[in-house]
Protein backbone atom coordinates (compact mmCIF):
# COMPACT_ATOMS: atom_id res chain seq x y z
CA UNK A 1 0.00 0.00 0.00
CA UNK A 2 1.31 3.30 -0.86
CA UNK A 3 2.12 6.34 1.76
CA UNK A 4 -0.92 8.44 -0.10
CA UNK A 5 -3.42 5.47 0.03
CA UNK A 6 -2.34 4.91 3.60
CA UNK A 7 -2.55 8.25 5.32
CA UNK A 8 -5.31 9.59 2.70
CA UNK A 9 -8.05 9.43 5.14
CA UNK A 10 -6.16 11.84 7.15
CA UNK A 11 -5.91 14.45 4.70
CA UNK A 12 -2.52 15.85 5.62
CA UNK A 13 -1.05 16.08 2.88
CA UNK A 14 0.51 19.52 1.51
CA UNK A 15 0.14 21.08 5.08
CA UNK A 16 2.20 22.44 7.33
CA UNK A 17 3.65 21.09 10.45
CA UNK A 18 6.83 21.74 12.56
CA UNK A 19 8.00 18.66 14.87
CA UNK A 20 10.39 19.47 17.92
CA UNK A 21 12.22 16.66 19.50
CA UNK A 22 12.53 14.92 15.68
CA UNK A 23 16.35 13.61 15.67
CA UNK A 24 15.34 11.13 17.47
CA UNK A 25 12.91 8.58 18.96
CA UNK A 26 9.50 9.53 19.20
CA UNK A 27 9.65 12.99 17.59
CA UNK A 28 11.66 11.62 14.28
CA UNK A 29 9.17 8.92 13.81
CA UNK A 30 6.59 12.02 14.44
CA UNK A 31 8.18 14.02 11.58
CA UNK A 32 8.83 10.75 9.25
CA UNK A 33 4.91 9.84 9.52
CA UNK A 34 3.86 13.29 8.90
CA UNK A 35 6.50 13.56 5.83
CA UNK A 36 4.71 9.69 4.37
CA UNK A 37 1.39 11.35 5.16
CA UNK A 38 2.35 14.16 2.41
CA UNK A 39 2.89 17.28 5.18
CA UNK A 40 5.33 19.32 4.87
CA UNK A 41 7.56 19.36 8.09
CA UNK A 42 10.12 21.43 9.83
CA UNK A 43 12.09 19.93 12.19
CA UNK A 44 13.74 21.71 15.06
CA UNK A 45 16.22 19.63 17.05
CA UNK A 46 19.59 20.27 18.69
CA UNK A 47 20.98 16.97 17.01
CA UNK A 48 20.04 18.27 13.53
CA UNK A 49 22.42 15.15 12.41
CA UNK A 50 19.73 12.80 13.62
CA UNK A 51 17.33 15.03 11.13
CA UNK A 52 19.38 13.98 7.67
CA UNK A 53 17.66 10.75 6.49
CA UNK A 54 14.31 12.42 6.27
CA UNK A 55 15.95 15.65 4.74
CA UNK A 56 17.76 13.33 2.35
CA UNK A 57 14.55 11.50 1.10
CA UNK A 58 11.83 14.07 1.21
CA UNK A 59 13.97 16.83 -0.68
CA UNK A 60 11.79 19.72 -1.10
CA UNK A 61 9.10 19.11 1.89
CA UNK A 62 11.03 18.71 4.97
CA UNK A 63 13.56 21.13 6.69
CA UNK A 64 15.88 21.21 10.03
CA UNK A 65 17.37 23.86 12.20
CA UNK A 66 19.61 23.16 14.72
CA UNK A 67 18.35 25.15 17.85
CA UNK A 68 17.35 24.66 21.18
CA UNK A 69 13.48 25.22 22.10
CA UNK A 70 14.44 27.02 25.28
CA UNK A 71 16.36 29.50 23.15
CA UNK A 72 13.47 32.46 22.63
CA UNK A 73 15.67 34.42 19.58
CA UNK A 74 16.41 30.53 17.65
CA UNK A 75 13.05 29.79 18.00
CA UNK A 76 11.59 33.00 16.84
CA UNK A 77 13.76 32.65 13.98
CA UNK A 78 13.38 29.36 12.84
CA UNK A 79 9.28 29.92 12.72
CA UNK A 80 9.84 32.94 10.14
CA UNK A 81 11.93 30.76 8.30
CA UNK A 82 9.38 28.05 7.96
CA UNK A 83 6.85 30.66 7.04
CA UNK A 84 9.03 31.98 4.56
CA UNK A 85 9.92 28.77 2.84
CA UNK A 86 6.32 26.52 3.57
CA UNK A 87 4.23 29.11 4.39
CA UNK A 88 1.57 29.31 7.51
CA UNK A 89 1.86 26.67 9.87
CA UNK A 90 -0.94 24.18 10.40
CA UNK A 91 0.34 21.86 13.23
CA UNK A 92 2.72 21.96 16.09
CA UNK A 93 4.09 18.58 17.51
CA UNK A 94 6.07 19.57 21.07
CA UNK A 95 8.33 16.43 21.37
CA UNK A 96 11.59 18.13 22.72
CA UNK A 97 12.54 17.10 26.01
CA UNK A 98 14.69 15.02 28.51
CA UNK A 99 14.48 14.06 32.08
CA UNK A 100 17.38 14.72 34.81
CA UNK A 101 17.47 11.70 37.71
CA UNK A 102 17.28 13.53 40.99
CA UNK A 103 14.98 13.05 44.33
CA UNK A 104 12.99 16.36 44.74
CA UNK A 105 15.22 17.37 48.06
CA UNK A 106 18.08 16.67 46.32
CA UNK A 107 17.61 18.26 42.77
CA UNK A 108 19.97 21.19 41.55
CA UNK A 109 17.84 24.39 40.69
CA UNK A 110 20.08 24.92 37.89
CA UNK A 111 19.40 20.88 37.02
CA UNK A 112 15.47 21.67 37.76
CA UNK A 113 15.44 24.90 35.34
CA UNK A 114 17.38 23.05 32.94
CA UNK A 115 14.32 20.13 32.66
CA UNK A 116 11.51 22.91 32.68
CA UNK A 117 13.05 25.26 30.35
CA UNK A 118 13.05 22.52 28.03
CA UNK A 119 10.09 20.61 28.74
CA UNK A 120 7.64 23.04 29.59
CA UNK A 121 8.82 27.01 28.62
CA UNK A 122 10.51 25.56 25.23
CA UNK A 123 6.62 23.89 24.32
CA UNK A 124 5.07 27.51 25.33
CA UNK A 125 7.48 29.18 23.32
CA UNK A 126 6.90 27.16 20.14
CA UNK A 127 3.15 27.18 20.50
CA UNK A 128 3.27 30.96 20.88
CA UNK A 129 5.05 31.13 17.35
CA UNK A 130 3.14 28.91 16.44
CA UNK A 131 -0.63 30.31 16.92
CA UNK A 132 -0.54 33.86 15.23
CA UNK A 133 0.18 31.76 11.88
CA UNK A 134 -2.33 29.23 12.52
CA UNK A 135 -4.75 32.45 13.35
CA UNK A 136 -4.00 33.78 9.78
CA UNK A 137 -5.34 30.27 8.31
CA UNK A 138 -8.56 30.02 10.53
CA UNK A 139 -7.33 26.39 11.92
CA UNK A 140 -4.62 24.44 13.78
CA UNK A 141 -3.94 21.34 15.62
CA UNK A 142 -1.21 21.87 18.63
CA UNK A 143 -0.24 18.12 20.45
CA UNK A 144 1.96 17.94 22.62
CA UNK A 145 4.28 15.12 23.65
CA UNK A 146 3.60 14.66 27.55
CA UNK A 147 3.84 11.27 29.51
CA UNK A 148 1.74 9.39 31.95
CA UNK A 149 4.57 10.78 34.54
CA UNK A 150 2.47 13.84 34.03
CA UNK A 151 -0.82 11.97 35.81
CA UNK A 152 1.48 9.80 38.22
CA UNK A 153 4.75 10.93 39.97
CA UNK A 154 8.16 9.28 38.51
CA UNK A 155 9.93 9.09 41.57
CA UNK A 156 13.97 10.24 41.69
CA UNK A 157 13.46 12.34 38.19
CA UNK A 158 13.87 15.79 39.35
CA UNK A 159 11.40 18.28 37.62
CA UNK A 160 10.58 15.45 34.79
CA UNK A 161 6.76 14.82 36.32
CA UNK A 162 6.29 18.34 37.32
CA UNK A 163 7.45 19.57 33.74
CA UNK A 164 5.18 16.93 32.00
CA UNK A 165 2.14 17.87 34.41
CA UNK A 166 2.85 21.38 33.46
CA UNK A 167 2.84 20.66 29.93
CA UNK A 168 -0.79 18.85 30.12
CA UNK A 169 -2.30 22.18 31.95
CA UNK A 170 -0.55 24.39 29.57
CA UNK A 171 -2.51 22.94 26.51
CA UNK A 172 -5.59 22.91 27.78
CA UNK A 173 -5.24 26.69 28.80
CA UNK A 174 -4.39 27.29 25.25
CA UNK A 175 -7.52 25.08 24.18
CA UNK A 176 -9.57 27.58 25.74
CA UNK A 177 -7.98 30.48 25.03
CA UNK A 178 -8.27 29.81 21.06
CA UNK A 179 -10.18 27.58 20.25
CA UNK A 180 -12.32 30.37 19.17
CA UNK A 181 -9.58 30.83 16.34
CA UNK A 182 -10.07 27.10 15.28
CA UNK A 183 -7.16 26.03 16.90
CA UNK A 184 -7.28 22.67 19.01
CA UNK A 185 -4.60 21.75 21.81
CA UNK A 186 -4.35 18.24 22.77
CA UNK A 187 -1.42 15.87 24.63
CA UNK A 188 -0.55 12.57 24.86
CA UNK A 189 0.54 10.29 27.32
CA UNK A 190 2.90 8.06 26.02
CA UNK A 191 3.95 5.05 28.87
CA UNK A 192 6.78 2.58 28.47
CA UNK A 193 8.28 3.34 24.42
CA UNK A 194 11.19 1.45 23.42
CA UNK A 195 13.66 3.96 22.39
CA UNK A 196 17.50 4.62 22.35
CA UNK A 197 16.84 6.80 25.53
CA UNK A 198 15.32 4.06 27.19
CA UNK A 199 17.36 1.50 25.46
CA UNK A 200 19.76 0.68 28.48
CA UNK A 201 16.70 -0.51 30.50
CA UNK A 202 15.68 -3.12 28.56
CA UNK A 203 19.67 -4.45 28.20
CA UNK A 204 19.38 -5.30 31.93
CA UNK A 205 18.41 -9.43 32.41
CA UNK A 206 14.46 -9.84 32.71
CA UNK A 207 13.50 -6.01 32.80
CA UNK A 208 11.73 -6.68 29.45
CA UNK A 209 9.28 -9.17 30.77
CA UNK A 210 8.47 -7.58 33.75
CA UNK A 211 7.85 -4.18 32.14
CA UNK A 212 5.69 -6.12 29.47
CA UNK A 213 3.53 -8.11 32.42
CA UNK A 214 3.20 -4.40 33.70
CA UNK A 215 0.88 -3.42 30.48
CA UNK A 216 -2.68 -5.03 29.88
CA UNK A 217 -1.29 -5.48 25.73
CA UNK A 218 1.64 -7.04 27.19
CA UNK A 219 4.02 -5.27 25.13
CA UNK A 220 6.32 -2.52 25.14
CA UNK A 221 4.97 0.54 23.11
CA UNK A 222 7.23 1.54 20.27
CA UNK A 223 7.85 5.15 18.84
CA UNK A 224 5.04 4.78 15.60
CA UNK A 225 2.34 3.71 18.59
CA UNK A 226 2.92 7.86 18.93
CA UNK A 227 3.08 9.02 16.01
CA UNK A 228 0.30 7.16 14.80
CA UNK A 229 -1.66 8.99 17.37
CA UNK A 230 0.09 12.46 17.05
CA UNK A 231 -1.14 11.73 13.21
CA UNK A 232 -4.68 11.62 13.81
CA UNK A 233 -4.88 14.59 16.81
CA UNK A 234 -3.13 16.81 13.70
CA UNK A 235 -5.93 15.70 11.25
CA UNK A 236 -9.92 16.94 11.03
CA UNK A 237 -10.80 13.19 12.05
CA UNK A 238 -9.86 14.13 15.35
CA UNK A 239 -12.07 17.55 14.55
CA UNK A 240 -14.10 17.78 18.69
CA UNK A 241 -10.97 16.10 20.35
CA UNK A 242 -9.90 19.27 22.11
CA UNK A 243 -8.29 20.33 25.13
CA UNK A 244 -7.87 16.79 26.60
CA UNK A 245 -5.09 13.86 26.78
CA UNK A 246 -4.90 10.58 25.18
CA UNK A 247 -3.09 8.34 27.19
CA UNK A 248 -1.30 5.97 25.01
CA UNK A 249 0.13 3.43 27.64
CA UNK A 250 -0.92 -0.08 26.50
CA UNK A 251 -3.68 -0.17 29.48
CA UNK A 252 -0.61 0.06 31.75
CA UNK A 253 -2.94 2.50 33.94
CA UNK A 254 -5.43 0.15 33.92
CA UNK A 255 -2.82 -2.40 35.82
CA UNK A 256 -2.79 -1.15 39.40
CA UNK A 257 -5.58 -3.98 40.73
CA UNK A 258 -3.81 -6.88 38.72
CA UNK A 259 -0.56 -5.58 40.47
CA UNK A 260 -1.70 -6.32 44.08
CA UNK A 261 -1.16 -9.91 45.53
CA UNK A 262 -4.65 -11.22 45.88
CA UNK A 263 -4.61 -15.23 47.13
CA UNK A 264 -7.03 -17.22 45.08
CA UNK A 265 -7.55 -14.75 42.76
CA UNK A 266 -4.06 -14.84 40.81
CA UNK A 267 -1.33 -16.70 40.49
Not at 127 to 145: F, Y
Not at 238 to 260: A, F, K, R
Request: proline share 3%; glycine share 10%.
Amino acid sequence: MSDSVAYGWLDLSGRVCVVTGAGSGIGFAVAEQLLQAGMRVAMLDKNIEGCEPLIDLYKGHALAVSADVADEAAVNGFFSQVKTQFGNIYGLVNCAGFVRPAGLVDVAIDEWNAVINTNLTGALICARNAIPQMIENGQGSLVHISSVAALYPQTWSGAYSASKAGMTLMSRQLAAEHGANGIRSNSICPGMIRTALSEKFYLVPGIEDKRKAMTASRRIGKPDDIANTAAFLLSERSSYINGTELTVDGGMGSMLMDLIPRPGFSD
